[in-house]
């Protein structure tokens, strides 16, 4: 059975159920059924037409559950006639169910898990594993997102804001998470761009192409994590590089500055440097500055400490971080390494070991458990 076969299928076969009279929510359950129906049968029986086979399945659990429930008898006059078993039609319409996905009425989270369950073909298992939070709370979750845009039509969609934040998530989501999703993002940003003249969606396709560029470095051969100052800058794609700066470049110069150019002109400076020592902290404090301005985000805040202890010094760092909240994710890491640079190791490996059980992923926590070792080892208890 071809995993990902199927998982390609699956957003131009809820397209297409949704364009012929499906709800959304209803169409979703259809889909995955037949997606269910053809792990089951495919292995013994494949069909010539894969795509045509989950349509017409796909369409019959529809019907299916349309008849069986009666609060939804008063659709049966709007469906169409099942369609004849044949080739379908060879439309892309992920961007589209993006920003059904994205509508105004859902939150960011809302949306963004609705979109990897529905868009992502991914189960609510891995997206709960992602959030690091229960199978079941994040099954409600998206129970509750599904019924929130049930009624929604694609001539209902949500807004361009709404979309490039859920393809910014998704796009953080695949880019330090078990689930691949980067590549897709960029994509569907492509795509956006080529049909909506927006210097935030250029800001963020530049974003997603700076940091997708550092990718390969990224991570060790024993899959740990390599910190950006360490990484093997011979190993970025300058081409990525190169196209990703063009861009930001065009969308500056049009003078409507949004937090997806602040956050990739921040990327750029980070990549225009040719080792970690010649890094223009201070532009990138200037520029953090302009992103705090623009989102007030305690998280850009955290971020901007860092670069102040790189600009400034430590100390000057660690002045910034006290004004932040404590429980702020992240913020432990954030003290151990300006601590760290300020040569407290003692006060450092404590809080990296603090850190470690904070850490939302395994890789971090691996990375952080190691960086305490390592000052323990140099008599940092």
Not at 189 to 214: F, K, N, S, W, Y
Not at 349 to 369: F, G, I, S, V, W
Request: proline letters at 5%; a negative charge; glycine letters at 6%.
């Amino acid at each position: 059975m071809n995993e990902v076969l199927l998982r390609s299928l699956t957003p131009s076969v809820l397209g297409i159920l949704v364009r012929r009279g499906a709800d959304f929510a209803a169409a979703e359950d259809a889909v995955q059924d037949a997606l269910v129906e053809a792990v089951r049968v495919w292995s013994a029986d494949p069909p010539r037409d894969p795509k045509g086979w989950l349509v017409t399945v796909a369409w019959r659990r529809f019907l299916d559950a349309t008849r069986a429930d009666a609060a939804r008898r008063r659709r049966e006059d709007r469906v169409d006639e099942e369609p004849a078993p044949g080739p379908a039609t060879a439309v892309d319409d992920t961007l589209q169910l993006y920003f059904l996905c994205a509508h105004p009425s859902l939150t960011p989270s809302s949306a963004v898990a609705l979109t990897l369950r529905a868009v992502g073909g991914l189960t609510t298992r891995q997206i709960a594993q992602a959030y690091l939070v229960p199978e079941a709370t994040m099954a409600q979750r998206i129970s509750r997102a599904k019924r929130t845009v049930s009624g929604v039509r694609f001539d209902q969609p949500g807004d361009v804001a709404t979309v490039l934040r859920v393809l910014y998530l998704v796009f953080n989501e695949g880019y330090s998470g078990d689930v691949d999703l980067a590549a897709e993002a960029i994509r569907l940003t492509r795509q956006l761009a080529a049909a909506i003249d927006h210097p935030e969606v250029a800001g963020l396709l530049a974003l997603m192409l700076l940091h997708h560029a550092r990718r390969a470095a990224r991570t060790a051969p024993d899959d740990s994590l390599v910190p950006l100052a360490e990484q093997d800058r011979g190993r970025w794609d300058t081409e990525s590089i190169a196209e990703g700066v063009e861009i930001l470049q065009a969308a500056l110069a049009r003078d409507r500055l949004g937090e997806f150019q602040a956050q990739a002109a921040i990327a750029a400076l980070h990549a225009d440097a040719r080792t970690a020592e010649e890094t223009d902290w201070v532009q990138i404090v200037e520029w953090y500055d302009e992103l705090a301005r623009l989102t007030d985000s305690p998280v850009v805040r955290l971020n901007r400490a860092v670069a102040v202890g790189e600009a400034d010094g430590p100390r000057a760092g660690l002045a910034a971080l006290a004004a932040l909240d404590d429980t702020l994710p992240r913020h432990t890491a954030v003290a151990a390494y300006l601590h760290e640079r300020d040569g407290d190791l003692t006060t450092a490996a404590q809080l990296y070991t603090e850190a470690a059980q904070k850490a939302p992923n395994l890789a971090e926590r691996d990375h952080l458990t190691r960086q305490a070792a390592r000052l323990n080892a140099r008599g940092g208890r």
